[in-house]
């Protein structure tokens, strides 16, 4: 039996923007035109927000789930008649498997990055030079003492 | 025209050359690009989101508050930080307990964000307060006999109830501002598909890729256009990455937008960068040289 969280809807629909979701008819227009539901039949947001709204979505909430398929281009939200924003509940998806320690490793890895350094590419002394060949400045350090405090 | 220059991460550190070339050829059209200290990464709006909005919103934020204080609007050339500071202004303007929540946040370095400024990306600072007119009369070498096929993205555009940049549907402004350039923009069947940066699952990213660069192949253009670093890695380096799989060559070379306005300026091939590119046409650059 499916473990069904009837509650599950309240978390979302007190994330911004992906508040709209009791909106959704399941008329399916953000599966016609998603990339990539068009190449993995497998992925269907349609689904996903029925998912939510059921109180079904712990089969989302994995480190390999479906909803890394995504790949945020927005074209659901542009379609949806509803104004029901998929692609929010995605991203509020996400944030949850975010919260329980599940990121994807390369995901988890550029975060790390950023939370480190507070770019998501380190700079190199080759990159600086690089610069310093086609006449740019040398990189500064972020002030990360700003960044900490602030989160 | 004066902006604050929102360089991001990805093209100060990866492809310099679309720096150097914009901090060359924009002054030719009237905008001065202010060097403003302090920005960190603008935070980018798949992975650092998907961790957390509310760390993504603030550090956004912080970056916006910065250019507040220098009293400058931001031009950013990469459609990532673009989207992620003009929908971090938007859901502060729209969401004042929000806005309350960041600002509270900024209090701990002494700053507040008031919304008085917006990000803007290059290209529409082209289109819409530079101007296709001033764009031609910076023009000394018309890139005539250029096939060009256009790649838009996806963060330039959605959502565009916030963005307001163009129709996403059937979008204009590159278009707009490649024709005072000379050369020739070819319509192709994949023009508005997505360069799948964010998707997880590598065989749909190089089915993605391999429909895109087909389809400019069918057109016979003698390179792609974009406006966005993410894209162009998914579309230069991941085109060799592709070619490795295929028994076929892709070989369609990938410009960035001011790399070519450059070239129509007077810039040749080499000083605005073409041949750092992994993808790398001969033809072309004899056409562009």
Partial sequence: MPKIDLDFKKKLTRVEYADFLSYCYQCGACVGDCPSAKLSPAFNPREIVLRVLLGLAEPLLKKDSIIWQCTTCYTCQEVCPQGVRPIEVITALKNIISAQGMLPDGISASVGIIKDTGRVVLVSEAINKRRTEQGLTELKPVPMDELNKIL | ?289
């Fill in chain 2, 1 to 289: 025209m004066k902006y604050a220059f929102f360089l991001g991460c990805v093209i100060p550190t990866k492809y310099p050359q679309f720096e150097a070339v914009a901090r060359k050829s924009l002054p030719k059209v009237g905008v001065e690009l202010v060097d403003v200290e302090g920005f960190s990464c603008c935070p980018e709006p798949w992975n650092f989101k998907s961790y957390n909005i509310m760390a993504w919103l603030t550090i956004a934020a912080r970056n916006l508050a910065i250019a507040e204080e220098a009293g400058l609007d931001i031009l950013t050339l990469c459609s990532g930080c673009f989207a992620t500071l003009a929908e971090a202004h938007h859901i502060l303007e729209d969401k004042p307990e929000l806005k309350e929540e960041v600002n509270k946040r900024l209090s701990k370095i002494g700053k507040k964000y008031n919304g008085t400024i917006s990000a803007k990306h290059v290209v529409q600072v082209l289109r819409d307060d530079v101007g296709v007119e001033q764009i031609k009369k910076s023009v000394t070498r018309p890139l005539e006999n250029i096939r060009v096929g256009v790649h838009y993205g996806c963060h330039l555009l959605k959502p565009s109830e916030t963005l307001r940049v163009d129709d996403p549907a059937d979008p204009r402004i590159l278009e707009t501002i490649i024709k005072p350039l000379g050369a020739e923009v070819i319509p192709y069947a994949e023009r508005l598909s997505c360069c799948t940066g964010a998707c997880q699952d590598e065989e749909m990213i190089f089915k993605f890729r391999y429909n895109k660069l087909q389809s400019l192949e069918e057109a016979q253009v003698d390179c792609m256009t974009l406006v966005c670093p993410a894209c162009f890695e998914a579309f230069d380096l991941g085109q060799v990455m592709l070619n490795r799989k295929l028994e076929k060559k892709f070989n369609i070379p990938t410009l960035y937008y001011v790399q070519l306005l450059g070239l129509a300026q007077g810039l040749k091939g080499e000083e605005v960068g073409v041949t750092r590119h992994k993808v790398r046409s001969p033809a072309l650059l004899e056409k562009l040289n």
